[in-house]
């Protein structure tokens, strides 16, 4: 089931928003490279515990998602939608894996959903 279309401003305040998500004005890639500097390199229990931490962390977000309401699940879509490439951009591999990922969750969350007596 759709949700109805926002109120103007809350739409253009999302929009406007998340039109910033990919580089924010360059400056998320300039805090990225800063941050860089003088850090170690990850080792692998670290990068194992952050694995876990993110499959942790999605497994909770289906959960919530699939107790939460058809306005929420239908604002989700909406984010994968909005940080999806959009036309006569640059089609950036990780946009486009993270908004899959997300529709995916969505997904999963639905049929968690649907799979509860």
């Not at 998602?65 to 989700?76: C, K, N, V």
């Not at 969505?106 to 509860?116: E, I, N």
């Amino acid at each position: 089931m759709l949700v109805p279309d926002l109120p103007p401003v809350l739409s253009e305040f999302r929009l406007s928003a998340l039109s910033r998500w990919d580089n924010e004005g360059g400056a998320v890639e300039a805090a990225a490279h800063e941050a860089q500097k003088g850090l170690q390199d990850m080792t692998n229990a670290e990068l194992v515990l952050l694995r876990v931490r993110v499959i942790a962390l999605e497994n909770l977000l289906i959960a919530v998602l699939a107790e939460g309401s058809d306005r929420q699940r239908q604002a989700a879509r909406d984010m994968a939608y909005a940080i999806s490439p959009r036309a006569g951009s640059t089609q950036h591999t990780l946009t486009i894996r993270a908004a899959q990922h997300m529709t995916d969750i969505l997904h999963r969350a639905v049929h968690v959903r649907d799979a509860q007596p």
